[in-house]
């Protein structure tokens, strides 16, 4: 099992919808989590982070923290093309404390 | 300038030779890192370090190996390349919180 779980997609949705992107993690000890925007041949960008169970909303973006299920969402409300790109969840702390990644989704809003 | 600088950018070598990929940051940061990125594979992590004396083992380690030469440099070395590990490269520091990454290097092993 990995240590960090995302669909890989593709994630298709229209513009203006809200897209939904799902994450699991196995080390319960995990104290941080974090959302990656990765456009193709870039680096990855921060967007968010969030380390308390519940929301955190930025802007069009809201982290959700369920500590007890092991899963992190991101929501992006009025998805523009723009948004277009491999978002990658990530994980630290627990027994190591070293920054984990998922494979990422790939998320096509469509015009 | 840059947080986070790696070099070269893109890089072309022939198998078995040996090749090193450099990263310095400007941050401040204790704790550096070494991803590899292979099309739908995410970032695998090969080499973390939390301080100078601290090197540890990621995912992916078998076939690299590095050198944090102070805080601001971590670099990654393949002794003998693989066709294998043509990949993207990453580097990333962070403060124990957020990481912030190099603009990576594209290698490929002929």
């Known amino acids: 099992q990995k240590e960090v779980e995302q669909n890989s997609g593709p994630l298709s949705v229209p513009e203006g919808a809200i897209a939904s992107l799902n994450c699991t993690y196995s080390d319960r000890g995990s104290q941080s989590f974090f959302w990656y925007r990765q456009y193709s041949g870039k680096s990855p960008e921060l967007i968010m982070f969030?380390?308390?169970?519940g929301d955190k909303e930025d802007g069009r973006f809201t982290a959700q923290l369920n500590k007890a299920s092991q899963y992190v969402s991101l929501l992006i409300r009025d998805s523009q093309p723009s948004d277009s790109a491999t978002y990658l969840c990530a994980v630290t702390g627990g027994a190591t404390n070293k920054l984990i990644f998922g494979t990422g989704t790939l998320l096509a809003v469509q015009p | 300038d840059a947080d986070v600088t790696q070099t070269p950018r893109n890089r072309i070598t022939k198998t078995g030779k040996r090749i090193m990929l450099e990263c310095s940051q400007t941050?401040?940061?204790?704790?550096m890192y070494w991803y590899r990125q292979d099309p739908g594979l995410g970032l695998q992590l090969i080499y973390y370090?939390?301080?100078?004396?601290?090197?540890n083992k990621g995912e992916i380690s078998d076939g690299y190996s590095v050198s944090r030469q102070a805080q601001a440099k971590f670099s990654l070395s393949l002794e003998s390349a693989i066709p294998n590990q043509t990949a993207l490269y990453f580097c990333?520091?962070?403060?124990?919180?957020?990481?912030?990454f190099g603009q990576g290097t594209r290698l490929t092993v002929v």
């Open positions: 941050k401040g940061h204790d704790r």
């Open positions: 969030i380390y308390s169970n």
């Open positions: 370090s939390f301080d100078v004396k601290d090197i």
């Open positions: 990333a520091t962070s403060d124990g919180t957020k990481a912030f």
